[in-house]
């Protein structure tokens, strides 16, 4: 059964998908099973962390102490608030700085996801 956001890859094609709505089948690509990508908890020394600055009330800004160069980088950055009701996404280019601005009053706290195409799909947690 897949679960509202979860990330699926296809290890033939690379395709990735998120799930909006969740059901009772098995994500298929090229004729084999998906696979569920895990999120990694990162440790706040880990380059993979998310680091908070609030510039106000309700507009922040997140930023990793990660290096992006066309090997190894960011696809994209996922701020997602805890009940799951507000999703902002950003695609990242192989040399662009990870980094999002976004508007949230989001009382029960929030989380940001990002995915790196070497060490896969990463999470830091803002209460």
Partial sequence: MTQRLELYKCRI?????????????TLVCCDESMKHLEE??????NP???HLENMDDITKRIYFN???TLEHH??????????KKYVKRKFLEPLEMPEITFKCDCKEGFYV??????DGTWVTKFE
């Fill in 74 to 83: 960011f696809e994209f950055i996922e701020v997602i608030s805890n009940d």
């Fill in 13 to 25: 094609c690379q395709n990735l998908i998120e799930v909006l709505n969740q059901g009772i089948g």
């Fill in 48 to 50: 993979h962390f998310g």
């Fill in 66 to 68: 990660h290096v992006a």
């Fill in 40 to 45: 990694h908890l990162a440790p706040n020394d």
């Fill in 113 to 118: 996801r990002l995915h790196c195409n070497i």
